[in-house]
């Protein structure tokens, strides 16, 4: 029974550490992702930067699949200002342009907008949860 106790202990603490780490991506870029969506199959016909400013984000990219663009947004969790600005995005599920919320998507350090007008949408969700 003991033996039963620790391992399922050790199997929870292995869980947590794994949540941590998975979304541990804070040493990648917005334009890796549009890498990471081509490795999945998904044909991106551009990638430009953008600013991160208007998010207050430290980088940006415009990645585009099918006809319609995805926004990327890093922000650096190793700065407080910065990780709480994506963990609030991450509570809420939105962010504002002009006090007209818009619905994102928020993995690690990064934001993607832009999603709910893509055909691929799904598929690209995948490839968000798997960008690490």
Known sequence: MKALK?????????????????????Y???????SRLEEA?????????????????TSGAAIMVGNSEIGVYKY???????????AKRKRTGRTYINGIPYPVEVHGSFMFMGLEKNTRKHEIIKVIRRFY
């Open 6 to 26: 620790m391992t399922a202990a050790c199997a929870a603490a292995l869980l947590m550490l794994s949540g941590c780490y998975f979304d541990n991506n804070n």
């Open 28 to 34: 990648l870029s917005p334009k890796d992702f549009a």
């Open 41 to 57: 199959g998904i044909k991106v016909s551009s990638v430009r930067d953008l600013p991160g400013a208007p998010f207050k984000a």
């Open 76 to 86: 650096d969790r190793t700065s407080k200002v910065q990780a709480e600005r994506i």
